[in-house]
């Protein structure tokens, strides 16, 4: 009873792992699985510093080599696999998704870098501050043409996506509310717009990449007058309307069911969102309850998320995103813990994602990219299963060859194909399988203990056949889940 109830425990960690960060190795296993699940989810919530390569150090001999396009995903995947604050970075993803912003528009990818930053800075503070910095963030301010919001000659893009896309969904406002929002953030602008435009349409700024753009205020060109948004008047500014929008049940809801989706389950994508029943309505009006009494603090909330029964009881009922799979995968197999290594480098790698669907810092639309289901169809599948695969069945990286260490430490020729197959599981991560699977797997290991009629020496597995064992796994339908 008591090896269940650890071996639960076990799997109850694993699944935190997974969804508060880019999944466990065995040894960070060992280490979460030592503390309660209440102190667990503490120390995924927790605001540690990342322990990794300080930037000034990589930056020294690579200067702004992380704003030419493609670097930057680069600089940001390195920063996602090496970081032992893996919250941190999940959470900036998150934010990516929702407020999406690429690269092709901008061309100006170091501030889009600085937005990253933000996301990762801000993203489990106050949702209000996290409005608040997005609409004086320089890369939002362009991708949505604010810059071009002028007193005299309002533009609504930004106006509109943030109540449409950002805080409340479609059906909770009106065209009037989106031009009153509009004029409140006139003046909020890019400085020196005209001339940073012209330097980067010379590129007279290369070879280290363009120079960033900074927020500015021009009290000049701003609107003042009295507004009418969303049933309240004043004299309203863009903060007077981010307080208004935060407080709002709509947006709530709205940020609440993000949360569902990204964190618990599935949803549908977010343009069905107004003509479609949430997937669990009770776990929407938890999270719901949860950001109006938390003062809408994205930790708090996700504090009470990972603490809740729907949430322990959804393993297995996201499609791993093709930027958590990569992750995940490069994270237990050790690659890249340090700025360069691997024949192509972790660019090339990267690209891999977008192969299978997400190109990181580039989403296809101001909607982002849809989720689920949608990651998966016959091509994508291939790649992603070959990618696994082959990283996870190359003995030379540092975490699988600690992977296979561990392994025979604690098997050997004669264990029971049952328990090879459950220390295998383990070793990924996973801890938990569907019986199907699990036969099969158990199946291929004891047809391998007979063929090996006495070859192995020393006591140990034969190392091809544990690799074999991890690329099965890794092919598993539940390792592309989470």
């Known amino acids: 009873m008591e090896w269940q109830m650890e071996q639960n425990h076990r799997e109850l960690i694993a699944h935190l792992s997974r969804r508060a960060g880019f999944g466990a190795t065995s040894s960070e296993l060992d280490f979460y699985a030592s503390l309660s699940y209440e102190d667990a989810v503490e120390e995924f919530l927790s605001s540690k510093v990342a322990n990794s390569i300080p930037d000034d150090l990589i930056f020294r001999r690579h200067v702004d080599l992380h704003t030419m396009?493609?670097?930057?995903?680069?600089?940001?995947a390195y920063r996602l696999i090496s970081t032992d604050a893996p919250l941190k970075e999940k959470i900036a993803l998150f934010w990516h998704g929702i407020f999406a912003t690429a690269e092709l528009k901008l061309n100006n990818l170091g501030s889009l870098n600085n937005q990253v930053e933000m996301f990762s800075r801000c993203g489990l503070g106050k949702f209000d501050d996290l409005l608040e910095e997005l609409s004086m963030d320089p890369a939002m301010l362009v991708w949505l043409d604010n810059h071009d919001n002028h007193k005299d000659s309002i533009n609504e893009n930004y106006g509109r996506e943030i109540l449409e896309l950002f805080s409340m969904g479609v059906g909770n406002y009106t065209e009037e509310d989106i031009k009153e929002c509009a004029k409140a953030f006139t003046g909020?602008?890019?400085?020196?717009?005209?001339?940073?435009?012209?330097?980067?349409?010379?590129?007279?700024i290369w070879p280290y990449g363009r120079i960033q753009w900074h927020y500015e205020f021009r009290e000049e060109d701003h609107d003042d007058g009295e507004k009418t948004f969303l049933g309240?008047?004043?004299?309203?500014?863009?903060?007077?309307?981010?307080?208004?929008?935060?407080?709002?049940d709509a947006t709530a809801r709205f940020i609440s069911r993000h949360i569902y989706n990204y964190f618990v389950a599935d949803e549908v994508p977010v343009p069905q969102w107004s003509e479609t029943d949430p997937r669990d309505p009770k776990a929407i009006d938890f999270i719901a309850e949860s950001y109006h009494k938390n003062n809408h603090s994205i930790k708090a909330i996700l504090r009470d998320v990972f603490n809740s029964d729907f949430f322990k009881n959804s393993a297995f009922l996201r499609v791993k995103s093709p930027v958590e799979l990569v992750i995940g995968t490069l994270r237990k197999t050790g690659e890249y813990q340090t700025p360069v290594g691997g024949e192509t480098g972790i660019f090339t790698v990267m690209e891999e994602s977008g192969f299978m669907g997400q190109k990181l810092l580039d989403p296809p639309s101001v909607?982002?990219?849809?989720?689920?289901?949608?990651?998966?169809?016959?091509?994508?599948?291939?790649?992603?299963?070959?990618?696994?695969?082959?990283?996870?069945?190359?003995?030379?990286h540092p975490g699988v060859k600690e992977m296979i260490s561990k392994l025979n430490s604690i098997t050997d020729k004669d264990s029971d194909p049952n328990s090879f197959v459950e220390a295998c599981i383990d070793a990924l991560g996973l801890n938990k399988i569907g019986e199907d699977t699990r036969i099969?797997?158990?199946?291929v290991a004891r047809e391998a203990r007979e063929n090996r009629n006495g070859e192995a020496k020393a006591g140990k597995i034969p190392q091809e056949v544990i690799i074999h064992m991890f690329k099965l796994i890794g092919s598993c339908k539940e390792y592309q889940l989470c």
């Not at 396009?69 to 940001?76: R, S, T, V």
């Not at 909020?188 to 007279?204: A, P």
């Not at 903060?239 to 208004?244: K, P, Q």
């Open 232 to 248: 309240e008047k004043g004299r309203f500014d863009g903060r007077d309307i981010i307080e208004i929008i935060a407080k709002q």
């Open 69 to 76: 396009q493609g670097h930057n995903a680069a600089y940001w």
């Open 188 to 204: 909020w602008t890019v400085k020196n717009g005209e001339y940073m435009s012209t330097m980067g349409f010379k590129d007279s």
């Open 440 to 443: 099969e797997l158990v199946n």
């Open 367 to 396: 909607e982002g990219w849809h989720t689920g289901e949608e990651w998966i169809s016959s091509g994508s599948l291939v790649e992603r299963v070959n990618f696994v695969t082959s990283h996870l069945g190359d003995d030379t």
